[in-house]
């Protein structure tokens, strides 16, 4: 069955400090990849994507995340949080050429809270 | 560029009456998903449509949902006869389609059932 796992329901992280957080996928075959943001009351903002080459993408805010085949993840990153960066986020997957199968499954989200 | 545009922002409805929720796609763009959100819970797929045909509706329930996106006009989501587990966020994404796969998302609609 196709699924996204993120283990960590909420992570609290001092401000400047690095965040990692977690996603693990189960798909049959390799998906595309992405991270959303979701700030409370709000819509979902696209914040990277991969679809191939390079297995370290860049996104917006200046995130990062890392795709591992052979762990079947796609962490997200960032070397420095701001109080602006306390939000929600979910790792997506989705079919590769859309196509009947075009929806995302998404994980259940990582709420994460920065310490001032 | 407009964004996706979803409206109303937030729908209060009585059980039994009915929810029409809007979704108009970005510019360019011909796909158009439904996604339902649950409080603690990520998204749910609940339908892919093109214009004027619904591609996959695997995730909708199978009474009292219905969704359709016209030649003209934006896509609809309709829940007839709402109960109050349909309380949710209602999300509408957009994308260009195949090869990529990218959707981007409106804000939303909240909809309360009393």
């Known amino acids: 069955a196709q699924s996204v796992t993120q283990p960590d329901i909420h992570i609290t992280v001092s401000e400047g400090a690095s965040l990692e957080l977690r996603c693990n996928y189960s798909?049959?075959?390799?998906?595309?990849l992405f991270w959303y943001v979701q700030s409370p009351g709000q819509g979902l903002q696209l914040l990277l994507k991969?679809?191939?080459?390079?297995?370290l993408v860049q996104g917006i805010k200046g995130f990062e995340a890392e795709f591992k085949r052979s762990q079947s993840s796609f962490n997200l990153r960032k070397p420095s949080v701001h109080w602006s960066d306390a939000a929600e986020y979910f790792c997506?997957?989705?079919?590769?050429?859309?196509?009947?199968?075009?929806?995302?499954?998404f994980g259940k989200g990582t709420k994460l809270s920065v310490k001032p | 560029n407009a964004g996706v545009m979803q409206n109303p922002r937030h729908l209060v409805r009585r059980r039994g009456q009915e929810a029409r929720l809007r979704c108009s796609p970005m510019?360019?763009?011909?796909?158009v998903y439904w996604y339902r959100q649950l409080p603690e819970e990520g998204l749910k797929f609940m339908v892919y449509?093109?214009?004027?045909?619904?591609?996959?509706e695997s995730g909708m329930p199978k009474e009292r949902f219905s969704a359709e996106f016209p030649k003209e006009g934006p896509s609809i989501l309709r829940i007839q006869q709402v109960v109050r587990g349909d309380s949710a966020a209602y999300f509408c994404?957009?994308?260009?389609?195949?090869?990529?796969?990218?959707?981007?998302f409106g804000a939303g609609t909240r909809l309360s059932v009393l």
């Open positions: 510019k360019g763009h011909s796909h």
């Open positions: 994404a957009s994308s260009p389609g195949a090869p990529k796969n990218i959707q981007y």
């Open positions: 798909y049959g075959a390799t998906p595309y």
């Open positions: 449509l093109q214009k004027e045909n619904i591609i996959d």
């Open positions: 997506a997957v989705g079919a590769r050429y859309g196509g009947s199968q075009g929806n995302l499954i």
């Open positions: 991969y679809f191939s080459g390079d297995t």
